[in-house]
């Protein structure tokens, strides 16, 4: 390929440096995901990059602005198939743009998971660990040894090997075993950028004969013994044929794809949430199809998988450390296409039909399917109900569900966790729990370690991080939960973000690494006399949805077991706001009015010394804030409703005339006057009741209205009564 071809290339680079940052800042402010923008990165460099350099098989070109929403760091890489086709393994070629200096880096480049050790999860399943966030230490310092030991065994005088690297991204830069640095200002010519990849490429061809020619794997059936004789141009055809690749069997190739190209049934069904046999299974079905459309040749074997996956992959058997029977390496022409026809589509479609992908639909139609699914089990909760947890979950990982026994808070938990495809534990709560060691484990007297039984649950979310895990503490308050949930209501305020998106916290009990940010715990309260009452430092950090409504006619036409969950990734759940002044700084306007109306509540609380500070204020402007962006799952005053319900009215008890006074004021701000309530002639509670259905905020003003009751008829009276 000439040099006018090399020339475009660089017109594409200078593009790309010249315009992403501007381009970052727009798409991530209007939430415009599908800018053409995207097409330099993912489509026009990686091709010329190809074209220029001649790049050919086993080696792929892919280029990446991101999953859903795009990345602060983009990057264009070439894989060797042999070793890795994914950012996420192995050690590759990779382009990487620091949006802010405007520079480019061509590295070879470590993944993260080449430092990671191993463990097995709370189903005994192998997965990886060690560090996982790229701002860890841990992590930099193992990287950094790993890179160290390949640049011993494999020195360079031309590139540079020094910490002068700065990507804008930290696991990036500790990454980087070689690297060289290209200036907007002083980007070179076409010839040169490709002569500076050849050279990378022949350091990454030294790494592989260095590290994985000596191992000899023995693919079968080999190449010689069989192929299918599908051309990559053939396979490319055929993925790009919607009545051949729809979204289940195109996302269970781009699983594979994008695990790496190679792995066990069980290490694709433990990434994607999938069982094992759902993933043979679908695979098989593939395979078959394929061979129907193609009338390719079979290979002879035995059994439907000796004869039909030979199709699409070649396998050898597992390793003691891999978990499952068989590694299926995907075939080099299929990988290639892969590569080419961009997996983005497919691995889009997975979050609508089972699997764990990018993000595609909407909060809305996510809600939408999940009061399907949860209607389809028989289950019928009052209107805003599910739209109302999703939003405390979102603002918060830590939410209490209150009311009468019976009224389903415990299995709302369970069938919203089953509609996302989350894990779910539940833990029954013992009236003798005392304090941490109850729930998290403790020493016996010869020094063993005993887990406690919420242990398994913050396995499984470190464990699986991008799969919402449910924790169900059910009946939380038949002890007192201030006691024995001391350690986690201190820790889950410590919650910081991190380069790599992560929320972290402190250490808790013996999770060094903290809370999981994919870790939902609920707790279950009925509130009766054998029960303990909640202290404000519990209501402070929980939205608490009272559960009242019942509705005791079955609906026989609702019970449909076909509906299938929606699968949700944690991006559903995990918030975007932390730091109010930090975090929220894109929505001045709307938080000053909010906050504006929690001052004027502020005002009326204090007369009862019930006011409160800036954690409920800015949990509060999340919750709203959460539900303005999910293009309003509820209207402004409905969403307001709920929170004083959930973060005002719990903390109010007390027999004095001052709740008395506050009462009534609070009630008159929830009608949205100050006037019509006349409190001279007695029966102050009836008189609410009657008004109550007219409020602004509704079911505030009916609570009020009954708490008012229970004031007047009994001399005291709780949010709890």
């Not at 940052?21 to 053409?36: I, L, Q």
């Not at 069989?226 to 269970?252: A, C, D, H, R």
């Not at 309003?632 to 929170?643: G, R």
């Amino acid at each position: 390929m000439g040099t006018q071809e090399s020339q475009r290339l660089r017109e594409k680079f200078k593009i790309l440096l010249s315009d992403f940052s501007d381009v970052y800042e727009k798409v991530t402010k209007e939430g415009d995901w599908k800018n053409p923008f995207r097409d330099i990165i993912s489509k026009d460099i990686p091709q010329l990059l190809k074209e220029c350099a001649s790049i050919q098989t086993p080696y792929i070109t892919v280029g990446s602005y991101g999953k859903g929403r795009w990345t602060a760091v983009p990057w264009i890489a070439v894989f060797d198939s042999r070793i890795t086709t994914s950012a996420q393994k192995g050690v590759y070629i990779v382009y990487l743009v620091n949006k802010d200096s405007k520079e480019l880096y061509l590295t070879l480049e470590v993944a993260a998971t080449e430092v990671m050790g191993t463990r097995t999860d709370s189903k005994g399943n192998t997965v990886f660990s060690g560090v996982v966030g790229k701002s860890d230490p841990k992590m930099q310092q193992a990287l950094k040894e790993h890179v160290g030991k390949i640049r011993s065994d494999i020195p360079n005088d031309y590139f540079m090997a020094d910490d002068g690297i700065n990507t804008g991204s930290s696991g990036y830069d500790c990454g980087a075993v070689y690297y060289k640095k290209y200036e907007l200002n002083n980007l070179p010519d076409g010839p040169t950028i490709i002569e500076d990849l050849k050279m990378m490429l022949d350091l990454y061809q030294a790494y592989y004969v260095t590290y994985y020619a000596e191992e000899s794997v023995e693919w079968w059936p080999s190449i010689a013994e069989y192929t299918p004789g599908i051309s990559k141009e053939q396979w490319i055809e055929i993925l790009n044929n919607p009545e051949m690749i729809g979204p289940v069997w195109g996302g269970v190739l781009a699983m594979f794809y994008d695990y790496g190209g190679a792995a066990t049934c069980s290490q694709i069904g433990l990434k994607y949430g999938l069982s094992a046999m759902s993933v043979s299974g679908r695979c098989t079905q593939l395979a078959k199809a394929i061979q129907k459309y193609t009338n390719c040749k079979l290979y002879d074997g035995g059994d439907d998988r000796t004869r039909y996956w030979p199709i699409l992959f070649q396998g050898r058997d597992a390793k003691a450390d891999e978990k499952g029977t068989f590694v299926w390496n995907l075939r080099p022409e299929l990988k290639e296409a892969l590569s080419e026809v961009g997996i983005e589509k497919y691995l889009a479609g997975l979050s609508e039909t089972g699997e764990r992908g990018t993000i595609q639909v909407s909060t809305k139609e996510a809600i939408t399917k999940i009061k399907t699914y949860i209607l389809s089990k028989g289950f019928s909760y009052n209107e805003g109900l599910i739209e109302n947890f999703y939003l405390s979950l979102k603002s918060k990982p830590f939410v209490i569900l209150a009311g009468t026994s019976g009224t389903g808070k415990t299995r709302l938990v369970k069938l919203f966790a089953e509609a996302i495809g989350a894990e779910y534990f539940m833990v029954p709560v013992r009236p003798d729990w005392s304090d941490g060691s109850d729930l998290f484990g403790h020493y016996d007297l010869n020094g063993n370690f005993i887990e406690g039984p919420v242990c398994p649950a913050f396995k499984a979310a470190a464990d699986l991080p991008d799969k919402p895990v449910f924790l169900c503490l059910d009946e939380m308050n038949l002890a007192r939960v201030e006691y024995y949930l001391s350690d986690f209501l201190s820790v889950i305020e410590s919650r910081e973000k991190q380069d790599d998106g992560a929320i972290r916290t402190d250490p808790i009990a013996q999770f060094q690494d903290g809370i999981p940010d994919n870790l939902y715990i609920v707790g279950t309260v009925n509130m009766d006399e054998t029960t303990f009452p909640f202290s404000k430092k519990v209501l402070d950090r929980a939205n608490t949805i009272e559960f009242s409504y019942v509705d005791l006619e079955p609906s026989f036409d609702a019970v449909n077991d076909t509906e299938g969950p929606v699968m949700l990734t944690n991006d559903y759940l995990r918030t975007d706001y932390l730091v109010l002044t930090r975090d929220c700084a894109g929505e001045k306007e709307y938080v000053s009015e909010v906050c504006s109306e929690l001052r004027k509540i502020n005002e009326i609380l204090v007369k009862a010394n019930l006011h409160v500070g800036y954690r409920v204020r800015d949990e509060i402007v999340f919750y709203l804030l959460n539900n303005k962006k999910a293009e309003d799952l509820l209207s402004h005053d409905q969403a307001l409703d709920n929170e004083i319900m959930q973060k005002i009215l719990p903390r109010v008890q007390g027999s004095a005339t001052m709740i008395r006074d506050m009462l009534v004021e609070l009630f008159k701000f929830c009608m949205g006057d100050y006037s019509g309530l006349d409190i001279e002639s007695g029966q102050v509670g009836k008189k609410m009741q009657d008004m109550a259905s007219n409020a602004k905020y509704v079911e505030s003003a009916k609570k009020i209205a009954y708490m008012m009751t229970r004031f007047e008829e009994d001399g005291f009276t709780s949010y709890w009564l």
